[in-house]
């Protein structure tokens, strides 16, 4: 959906795409506010920057996370700290209630090496659907220079897969900004970033990049022995 007014403000001023990450956060609270708004997680470096700059407006919120159950230990102890930081906030997750051991027996063994679309499809996309029926407003913490697949990514835009209006506040932001608001704001982060890991997802599929550092970002250690570079759940590799 295109918007061919641009929004405003309460002051007047104009809401697009080079208006600033925190003005944005500001604008979408303030419109939103009777309307049903939801952050989403994965529990990445960005998103953890996200979740902060919103709480920082002392506002209740809901944060969803879609637990894969193939999460790291890292990543469930970092949502362990991120829930203790921000009380006011309400971690939901989202994740498939499908276990390990029924996907095994349906699919086989390995599924994320014999069909990894398909992993991705139970574990995030069709839990997604779900947690975005509840939702008007989906708030992410995608970034256009993360992948070639991002690189259109408008800061404001309709999501016709899931049917909410979708705001990126950190869409025109590069990695070394968002280390730097980790740093300056001592927020938490995931320390597998500390081991060579620019991103992190499941275990399976997620190894370090060998040379990386926190303040860099590749995708190159997801899904690295396929030609898979998206889960799908912002549109590119769903089923």
Request: contains cysteine; charged residues 25%; glycine residues 6%.
């Amino acid at each position: 959906m295109e918007l061919h007014v641009a929004p405003r403000d309460l002051r007047g001023e104009p809401i697009g795409e080079d208006t600033p990450a925190d003005r944005l956060i500001r604008w979408s609270l303030e419109r939103f506010a009777n309307q049903r708004m939801v952050i989403s997680t994965s529990f990445g470096m960005e998103g953890c920057v996200l979740i902060d700059m919103y709480a920082r407006h002392d506002k209740p919120l809901t944060v969803v996370y879609l637990d894969t159950m193939f999460f790291f230990p890292e990543t469930l102890a970092l949502r362990d700290r991120m829930v203790e930081r921000y009380p006011h906030l309400d971690f939901v997750n989202r994740g498939t209630s499908l276990t390990p051991e029924q996907q095994q027996q349906r699919y086989g063994p390995e599924l994320w090496k014999t069909n990894p679309t398909l992993c991705c499809q139970m574990r995030k996309v069709e839990p997604m659907y779900d947690a975005m029926t509840d939702a008007d407003v989906w708030v992410t913490a995608l970034r256009r220079s993360q992948s070639a697949t991002r690189a259109n990514l408008r800061v404001i835009e309709w999501d016709w897969r899931y049917q909410v209006l979708k705001l990126s506040p950190l869409a025109t932001w590069e990695r070394e900004a968002i280390w730097a608001y980790i740093r300056e704001h001592d927020v938490p982060y995931n320390e597998l970033h500390e081991r060579g890991y620019p991103t992190v997802g499941c275990t399976h599929c997620t190894k370090p990049v060998p040379g990386t550092t926190p303040g860099d970002y590749s995708r190159a250690g997801r899904w690295s022995d396929s030609e898979k570079t998206e889960c799908g759940l912002h549109g590119g590799e769903g089923i």
